[in-house]
């Protein structure tokens, strides 16, 4: 089975300040895992991915993740907060293989203080 | 890149009555579509699962003959949801598998009055 744990619900950071957002993964098998922002009443935009290449990813936006399976973690990191990230991130998880769903975290809420 | 546009946007309708939810594969085919609810600040559910051409498979707790889920195309999955209550009130997503990932649609924000 796979599941995800987004610790911290709310996080606050000033502009120019780093970004933190954890993520720790449950699974069975290799997983890919994946970070996504929401805006208000939109969908969900991918941010990154980790599809078993290389441990540390970027995306866009100068998100970066890096994947440690020794702490089973996926945390999501950003050098300088802009106010235009405030929004919603997910982190999720699923299988390799097969047509399978995503597993969501329970998001956190990214507040940027001006 | 792979896009799937998902409408209406919003909808407000009328204990009672049933609203449709199109979800439609712009440039690929979506063999398989996920259905997920969001409640307000808080995560997405899995819902259902559609292969088109087959019948949906859907999560424990979830009403087939409620949430009723077509994949009848590659190109296009429905969700009607039926004699819509005030508690099914909510944001819906679709999702399809692409490759090694995953695309969104933009959601549909469902307010049953």
């Known amino acids: 089975a796979q599941s995800v744990t987004q610790l911290g619900s709310h996080v606050s950071v000033s502009e120019g300040a780093l970004v933190l957002l954890r993520c720790n993964y449950s699974?069975?098998?290799?997983?890919?895992l994946f970070w996504y922002v929401q805006y208000p009443n939109q969908g969900l935009q991918l941010l990154l991915k980790?599809?078993?290449?290389?441990?540390l990813v970027k995306g866009i936006n100068g998100f970066e993740a890096e994947f440690k399976k020794s702490e089973t973690s996926f945390h999501l990191t950003k050098p300088s907060a802009h106010m235009s990230d405030a929004a919603e991130y997910f982190c999720?998880?699923?299988?390799?293989?097969?047509?399978?769903?995503?597993?969501f975290g329970t998001g956190t809420r990214l507040t940027v203080i001006p | 890149g792979a896009v799937v546009s998902q409408h209406p946007s919003r909808v407000i309708c009328k204990s009672g009555t049933s609203v449709k939810i199109e979800c439609r594969s712009l440039d690929f085919q979506a063999t398989t579509m996920f259905w997920y609810r969001q409640f307000p600040k808080q995560s997405l559910m899995l819902m259902a699962t559609?292969?088109?051409?087959?019948?949906?498979?859907?999560e424990q707790g979830v009403e087939k003959d409620k949430f009723l889920i077509n994949h009848a195309s590659l190109t296009l999955s429905t969700l009607t949801v039926t004699s819509a209550h005030p508690e099914d009130s909510s944001f819906y997503i679709c999702s399809a598998r692409t490759g090694d990932g995953y695309t969104f649609g933009s959601g549909t924000r469902l307010t049953v009055v």
């Open positions: 699974s069975s098998v290799p997983p890919y």
């Open positions: 559609s292969n088109e051409g087959s019948k949906a498979t859907y």
């Open positions: 999720a998880v699923s299988r390799l293989t097969g047509a399978n769903n995503l597993f």
């Open positions: 980790y599809t078993s290449a290389a441990t």
